[in-house]
C-alpha cells in the first residue's frame, strides 16, 4: 500500500515534481528518540513538515503520527523508504487520496468586548465552535474540524484581534475497514 | 506483528536466568554474540563495565590511544573477518570520539557494534560531568541506537543489537549504558534467540520474476557492463560474481568498495570506475546499453553528474536495501535481495549475450588508455612506489588505505583478486581511517601480511596508535607516501584554484625516527634505489609494526580525473607531461 499515492500524482502529468501535500501515517514504538528519529529523516531531506501529531493507539506500546508534508514526490518515497528501516517503525502508510477522517483542533483566544462578543458567538454557531473560557477582555474559542476549517474561521475572527492560539496539527483515519 | 527469530553465535556460560551486575550481563551477552575481540578506551562512566571486562577470559580488550582508533579498527576487523566489530568508550568524550568512525561504519556498510559508558539514569539531561547527548549526536550517523533504560532490557537491547549490525545491509548500532544500570545487580534473563518485527531484515531470496526480467535483458544485450559494489563483498557473492561474468562474458568494473569482488587480473576486468577510475571502465560504462548494478548506491564519486551518467543504459540494480534502488537513478529492473542469491539465480537463466564487437571497443579502449606514469631519475612517483610493494607482496596482501591521492593510485596500482582484502574509507572519505583499520585488520587476521598505504597526511590523524600496535606485537607494514603536502587538496587548488595553495603544505616529522621511539621498525626511503630494498626488509619484520616512509614526488597529481560534478566528457584522462 505505501506509496500509492504517490505513483498517482507521478502519472498526472502536471502534477509530476510538483509539491504536493501528503498526509503520511507512521505507527512506532512507543520509545525515547522516536520522534526524533522520524524528524531527523525529513529534516535531512530538507522536507517540509507542515504538522504532526502524535498519540498513543489501542495498544499502549505503539504511538501513531500523523505527519502532514509539502515537497517533491520522488523525495518523498525516498523518505518512506528510510522510514522503513527504522527499527522502531512498524508501520508507514502514505494515505494522500484515501477516503479518509481528517480532523484537527484549535484553541483560539482572541480581544472580545461586550459590543463584540454577540457577533463572534455568531461567527462561533456557523462553525460549531465552543467557547471554553470568557472574560472581560478575551474570549477563547474551540473549533474542530478540517484543516481547512480552521483557516476559514481564522481569517473571519482576525480583525477582532488574535491574542494566542495553538493547533494539534491534523488526524486521519483511513474510513471503513481498511486500516489507516 | 510478525517477528523474525536469530538463534545467537554461541550458548551461554551461564544458566538462562541469573543474578549479576549489568556490567557482567553485557559481558554475558557479548559473549553470547559470539565477540572475541573489544577495541576500547576506559573512563569514568564505563567503569563499572570495565571492571566486569577484567574477570572476561574469553574475550580480549584492545586498548586503544584514542577512540577514532577503537571504532575504526572495529571496521577494519569486520571487513576481513565477516564478524560484527565491537569498539567500547566511556561517555562524553570518549564517545564523541568515536563518532567519525561511526560515521565511516554508516556510509560505508560496516557491521559494528559501539558500546558507550554514560552517566547515571538520574543525571542524564543535567549536563552532568562528561556527559553527552550520545542518543542526539548518533542517530543520523548509526543504523539503529538504544540507550538501556532499565537494568532488565540490557540482554535484549545488546543481543538485538549485534543482530541489527550484522544483517541485511550491515552499518553501525550504538548502545548507551547508564553507569548505575550496569552497577546494579539483578536478576537477568537472557533470550536463547533475539527476535526482530518481521520487514526489518529485508528478505534475501529476490523475486524469480524480476529475476527472469533481468536475465532478458541481458540476454539481449549490445553492450552489457556489471558494475559492482561493496555489497559483493558483505554478501561473500565474489565467487558468484566471478561465475557470472566468465561464463556470460560481460566486462566487470568495481566501485572503490567493490575492489576484491572480481579479479582485477581477469581480462574481462576494467577495474575501478568514477571519478579516478580508469578511463576504459568510465567510456564503457558510458556507452552501455544494459548495465547490471549489483550492491551499489550510484554515488557521486561513481557517477559525476547524475543526468549524463550511462545515458543510453538500462540498468538492473540489485540490492539488499530497498531505499538505494532508485535513489539517484531509476531501475529499469529493480532487484531486491542479497547480491549472492540473486547472482546465482542470474547466472543459472542469462546465457552469454552475442557482443564481440563491445568486446572488441574495450579491448581498443584498454590498448588506448591505459593507466600510466613514468618513473624518471631519482624521484619516486608514488605509482612506482605501490607498484613496487604490489610485486614484492605477490598481490597478495590485505591492503588499507587512509583518503587522498594515495587511496586512488592504491586502487589503481594494487590489483585486487580476493575479498575481504581491499579495506578503505570510501563513503565518508575520513582522513586518518587507514592505520586503525589496519591495526584492526591484523588482529581479526593474525596470519595475513596486511599492508597499509598511507599519505603523510591522514597518518598524523591517528599514528599515537603505533604504541597499541607495539604492544600487540602486530606485524604491519605501513607504507607513508610522503610527498609533504595533503596531495589531494593541493591538486584540486593547482587544476581549479589556480594554484593558490592554500594550506596545505606539511612540515612532517622524521617518520622513521618517530616509529623507533614507539618501538616499531622506521625507514625512511628518499631515491628509487632504497625502495625495493626497504619493502624487502619490511616484509621481514614478523614481531612489530614496520613503518616506511617513503617520499615521494610532491607535483604528481591523480588522474584520470573527471572534475567533481562533470561526466565522462570532460575526463582529463591523463598528466599533459607524461607524452613525449
Known amino acids: 500500500m505505501t506509496g500509492s499515492a504517490i505513483e498517482l500524482s507521478r502519472d498526472a502529468p502536471s502534477a509530476a515534481r ?15 528518540g522516536i520522534l526524533m528519529k522520524v524528524a531527523g529523516l525529513f529534516r535531512r531531506r530538507a522536507y517540509n513538515i507542515h504538522s504532526l501529531a502524535v498519540g498513543v493507539t489501542e495498544q499502549p506500546s ?22 522503513n528501516k527504522l527499527i522502531e517503525v512498524v508501520k508507514v502508510n502514505d494515505v494522500t487520496g484515501f477516503n479518509t477522517v481528517d480532523r484537527e483542533l484549535a484553541l483560539i483566544k482572541l ?13 462561533s454557531n456557523v462553525f460549531r465552535a465552543s467557547v471554553v473560557d470568557l472574560t472581560e477582555k478575551t474570549m477563547t474559542l474551540e473549533v474542530t474540524g478540517r484543516s481547512d476549517k480552521i483557516d476559514a474561521i481564522m481569517s473571519l475572527l482576525h480583525k477582532y484581534g488574535i491574542r494566542e492560539m495553538v493547533r494539534t496539527g491534523q488526524v486521519t483515519l483511513v474510513r471503513g475497514t481498511q486500516p489507516t | 506483528m510478525a517477528r523474525q527469530t536469530t538463534p545467537l553465535a554461541r550458548a551461554g556460560s551461564a544458566a538462562t536466568t541469573k543474578r549479576m551486575t549489568g556490567g557482567q550481563a553485557l559481558i554475558e551477552c557479548l559473549y553470547r554474540a559470539g565477540v572475541d575481540t573489544i577495541f576500547g578506551h576506559p573512563g569514568g562512566a564505563a567503569l563499572p563495565l570495565y571492571d566486569s571486562l577484567y574477570d572476561a577470559r574469553a574475550i580480549r580488550h584492545v586498548l586503544v590511544r584514542h577512540e577514532q582508533v577503537a571504532a575504526h579498527a572495529a571496521v577494519g576487523y569486520h571487513r576481513v573477518t565477516g564478524k560484527v566489530g565491537v569498539c567500547m568508550a566511556t561517555s562524553g568524550p570518549g564517545a564523541t570520539n568515536l563518532v567519525t568512525g561511526i560515521t565511516d561504519a554508516m556510509m560505508d556498510s560496516a557491521g559494528i557494534v559501539a558500546i558507550t559508558g554514560q552517566v547515571s539514569t538520574h543525571a542524564i539531561g543535567t549536563d552532568a560531568f562528561q556527559e553527552a547527548d550520545v542518543m542526539g549526536i548518533t542517530t543520523p550517523i548509526t543504523k539503529h541506537n538504544g540507550q538501556v533504560q532499565r537494568a532488565a532490557e540490557l540482554p535484549r537491547v545488546v543481543l538485538q543489537a549485534f543482530l541489527i549490525a550484522g544483517s541485511g545491509r550491515p552499518g553501525p548500532v550504538l548502545v548507551d549504558i547508564p553507569r548505575d544500570i550496569a552497577t546494579a545487580e539483578t536478576e537477568f534473563e537472557f533470550p536463547e534467540q533475539i527476535t526482530l518485527r518481521s520487514g526489518k531484515i529485508p528478505p534475501a531470496v529476490p523475486s524469480p520474476n524480476q529475476i527472469a526480467a533481468a536475465a532478458a535483458l541481458l540476454r539481449q544485450a549490445a553492450r552489457p557492463v556489471i558494475y559492482a559494489g561493496g555489497g559483493v563483498i558483505t554478501s561473500n557473492a565474489a565467487p558468484e560474481l566471478t561465475a557470472l561474468a566468465r561464463r556470460t562474458r560481460i566486462p566487470v568494473t568495481t566501485t572503490l568498495m567493490g575492489k576484491g ?8 576486468s576494467l577495474g575501478m570506475l568514477g571519478m579516478h577510475g580508469t578511463a576504459y571502465a568510465n567510456y564503457a560504462i558510458n556507452a552501455a546499453d544494459v548495465i547490471l548494478a549489483v550492491g551499489v548506491r550510484f554515488d557521486d564519486r561513481v557517477t559525476g553528474r547524475l543526468s549524463d551518467f550511462a545515458t543510453g543504459a538500462r540498468f538492473i540494480h540489485i540490492d539488499i536495501d530497498p531505499a538505494e534502488i532508485g535513489k539517484n537513478k531509476p531501475a529499469h529492473v529493480p532487484i531486491v535481495g542479497d547480491a549472492k542469491e540473486a547472482l546465482r539465480a542470474l547466472d543459472a537463466q542469462t546465457p552469454p549475450p552475442d557482443c564481440e564487437p563491445w568486446h572488441r571497443q574495450i579491448a581498443e579502449w584498454k590498448a588506448r588508455y591505459p593507466l600510466r606514469y613514468r618513473q624518471t631519475g631519482d624521484t619516486i612517483k608514488p605509482q612506482f612506489a605501490i607498484e613496487q610493494v604490489y610485486r614484492l607482496t605477490d598481490g597478495r596482501a590485505i591492503v588499507v588505505t587512509d583518503v587522498g591521492q594515495h587511496q586512488m593510485w592504491a586502487a589503481q596500482f594494487y590489483l585486487s583478486t580476493e575479498p575481504r582484502t581491499w579495506l578503505t574509507s570510501g563513503g565518508l572519505g575520513a582522513m586518518g581511517f587507514g592505520f586503525p583499520a589496519a591495526l584492526g585488520a591484523q588482529i581479526g587476521r593474525p596470519d595475513a601480511l596486511v599492508c597499509a598505504l598511507l599519505g603523510d597526511g591522514g597518518f598524523q590523524m591517528t599514528l599515537q596508535d603505533l604504541g597499541t600496535a ?22 584540486w587548488q593547482q587544476l581549479f584554484y589556480r594554484e593558490r595553495y592554500s594550506h596545505v603544505f606539511l612540515k612532517n616529522p622524521d617518520f622513521a625516527k618517530l616509529a623507533e621511539a614507539y618501538g616499531a621498525v622506521g625507514i ?27 617520499t615521494v614526488d610532491p607535483e604528481e597529481n591523480c588522474y584520470p580525473m573527471i572534475p567533481s560534478g562533470q561526466s565522462v566528457k570532460e575526463m582529463i584522462v591523463e598528466d599533459d607531461r607524461i607524452r613525449d
Open chain 1, 62 to 83: 505503539v504511538s501513531r503520527m500523523i505527519i502532514v508534508v509539502e515537497g517533491a514526490p520522488e523525495i518523498l518515497e525516498q523518505i518512506i523508504k528510510q522510514l
Open chain 1, 18 to 32: 510538483a509539491p504536493m501535500k501528503h498526509t503520511i501515517s507512521v505507527l512506532v514504538e512507543n520509545t525515547p
Open chain 2, 470 to 491: 607495539v604492544e600487540w606485537g602486530l606485524p604491519l607494514k605501513l607504507y607513508v607516501l610522503d610527498n609533504g603536502s595533503l596531495g589531494m587538496v593541493r591538486q
Open chain 2, 524 to 550: 625512511n626511503v628518499r631515491r628509487v634505489d632504497e625502495l625495493e630494498p626497504a619493502v624487502r626488509r619490511s616484509l621481514e619484520v614478523t614481531d612489530r609494526p614496520c613503518v616506511v616512509a617513503i
Open chain 2, 261 to 268: 569482488g572480481f579479479p582485477e587480473t581477469d581480462p574481462l
Open chain 1, 111 to 123: 480581544n472580545a468586548t461586550p459590543a463584540t462578543r454577540m457577533e463572534i458567538m455568531e461567527i
